[in-house]
């Protein structure tokens, strides 16, 4: 771990004895104040050091893996649409996706403008939904305990969400942001995890081995998270504040019954086809995905 890494991974440290310098300095602009507007600048420069290293590099093949989810599922904020899909690099989440559960007998509650604020989370489909392991693997870490709290599927919820909850999270460990979450290491360098898991849901502790299709915990609503989701990404190491984004392939169904074999676009409702229709998963292929501009 670079010196970098470790200011950064313990920036709430840094940050907690940079303001308490500030504090109880009582005489103006001196040597202890500068002390502790620099302990705040580094550690600002430790976390644009940190994200700008996971920016992955280019030409990376998708390994493809199963969908990790069973029903109908909507695809958004993901890579087939655009890279980075999160707008960012930090986190590892270069090529994450969220999917949204959506069977056609159980419709989702709609955003609504002004009211409700917020919904219990046990009103959306995807709530409780099955979490399933993308390939054979071992269980790396899991992180559990954090609530299931309400929807933020209205203007005055996401205005929350985005401005304060968002940005008081981001200054937190990678848990705030994550919320429940497991870490599944899927051999020959590659990492799969889970965000946003239901509390109390996850059946598998660290060292377990799994296998494909193998339920791994309940889809939640913890974290950083505006309704009941699934985060899902590829990272090349088992720390998302180290490792950087992988991309990833699966094989699905779309709504017209056309068989697809890469990733979902934004907006698209599709099924998954499982481990039958293709060799096996952390299979490298060459399907295109969206390019990242060249660095600056």
């Not at 917020?118 to 995807?126: E, F, S, T, V």
């Not at 509390?199 to 913890?222: E, H, K, T, Y």
Request: hydrophobic share 40%; net charge positive; proline share 9%.
């Amino acid at each position: 771990m670079s010196l970098w890494s470790f200011i950064w991974k313990r920036r709430v440290l840094f940050f907690g004895v940079s303001l308490v310098i500030l504090v109880v300095n009582h005489r103006g602009f001196g040597p202890l104040w500068w002390v502790g507007v620099a302990v705040g600048a580094v550690v600002l420069l430790a976390g644009w050091t940190v994200r700008r290293r996971q920016r992955p590099p280019q030409g990376q093949a998708p390994a493809l893996v199963d969908v990790p989810v069973a029903g109908r599922w909507l695809a958004l904020n993901g890579p087939g649409t655009k890279v980075p899909s999160h707008q960012t690099h930090s986190y590892a989440q270069t090529y994450a996706i969220d999917l949204t559960h959506h069977p056609a007998d159980a419709p989702a509650p709609a955003f609504r403008w002004l009211w409700p604020l917020g919904r219990r989370p046990g009103q959306y489909p995807a709530f409780g939904s099955p979490i399933l392991a993308p390939g054979a693997g071992v269980v790396v870490a899991t992180v559990d305990g954090q609530r299931d709290h309400l929807s933020r599927t209205s203007l005055p919820g996401l205005v929350y969400l985005f401005l304060v909850e968002g940005i008081v999270r981001s200054l937190g460990q990678p848990r705030h942001l994550l919320g429940n979450h497991l870490i599944l290491d899927l051999g020959e360098g590659v990492y799969a995890a889970f965000a946003h898991l239901r509390r109390g849901s996850i059946r598998v502790s660290a060292g377990d081995q799994v296998v494909a299709g193998q339920q791994l915990a309940d889809c939640g609503n913890s974290g950083n998270s505006s309704e009941p989701h699934l985060h899902f990404q590829l990272m090349s190491g088992p720390d998302p504040e180290l490792a950087h984004g992988l991309p990833f392939a699966w094989c699905y169904r779309d709504d017209d019954g056309v068989e697809h074999r890469g990733v979902p676009k934004n907006g698209d409702y599709f099924q998954p086809r499982w481990r039958e229709f293709h060799a096996g998963a952390g299979e490298r292929i060459t399907a295109p995905l969206p390019v990242l501009p060249a660095p600056r």
